[in-house]
T-cell receptor, first 115, second 111 residues
Framework: KNQVEQSPQSLIILEGKNCTLQ??????????LRWYKQDTGRGPVSLTI?????NTKSNGRYTATLDADTKQSSLHITASQLSDSASYIC??????????????FGQGTILTVHP | DGGITQSPKYLFRKEGQNVTLSCEQN?????MYWYRQDPGQGLRLIYY???????QKGDIAEGYSVSREKKESFPLTVTSAQKNPTAFYLC??????????FGSGTRLTVV
């Protein structure tokens, strides 16, 4: 069964600190991996999308890494801000291509940034 | 501004009642999707549509129905056959199957 597991389930950090979120997946074959940010009561917003040939991609203070051999990805947040408080979701696209809706979602990591 | 609009933001359903959630996009995207989100779980696909007048069941279609009469619209009906409908519902659209745009969601509660 294709799965996406994220850790930790929740994380609390102080403003200005860095943090790293983890994502392990078993989806195979693999097309691409996405990280989304979801604010409470809102829809997810895309942060990064990586294909199997990419091992790192940045979007401002967000940097995602991908190791397709070990089927692991991480999202590193630098110099956290209060507005980073949200759920971060790892999503893996498998066979059939994304146009067929073949996305497997992780359960998300809830990040809370305290002043 | 282009985007995807879901309405209402909050919806309350009585036992045995059908309710319809609206999803409209002005992005000229061909594909549209409905997902259900429960606490502590990943999003699960309910239905998807790649072209007008055509749609496919996702992983948890039982108790739900959809229509795609217009490219811009993909309403979801939660029927009385759905025994546990309380959840956060998200609509999404995609042009090329690569980039997804999500709506802001509808929170459905059974009262």
């Amino acid at each position: 069964k294709n799965q996406v597991e994220q850790s930790p389930q929740s994380l609390i950090i102080l403003e200005g600190k860095n943090c790293t979120l983890q994502c392990n997946y078993t989806v195979s074959p693999f097309s691409n991996l996405r990280w989304y940010k979801q604010d409470t009561g809102r829809g997810p917003v895309s942060l990064t999308i990586m294909t199997f040939s990419e091992n790192t991609k940045s979007n401002g203070r967000y940097t995602a890494t991908l190791d397709a051999d070990t089927k692991q990805s991480s999202l590193h947040i630098t110099a956290s801000q209060l507005s980073d408080s949200a759920s971060y979701i790892c999503v893996v696209s498998g066979p059939g291509g994304t146009s067929y809706g073949k996305l497997t979602f992780g359960q998300g990591t809830i990040l809370t940034v305290h002043p | 501004d282009g985007g995807i609009t879901q309405s209402p933001k909050y919806l309350f359903r009585k036992e045995g009642q059908n309710v319809t959630l609206s999803c409209e996009q002005n992005l000229n995207h061909d594909a549209m999707y409905w997902y259900r989100q429960d606490p502590g779980q990943g999003l699960r696909l309910i239905y998807y549509s790649q072209i007008v007048n055509d749609f496919q069941k996702g992983d948890i279609a039982e108790g739900y129905s959809v229509s795609r009469e217009k490219k811009e619209s993909f309403p979801l009906t939660v029927t009385s056959a759905q025994k546990n409908p309380t959840a956060f519902y998200l609509c999404a659209s995609s042009r090329d199957g690569y980039g997804y745009t999500f709506g802001s969601g509808t929170r459905l509660t059974v009262v």
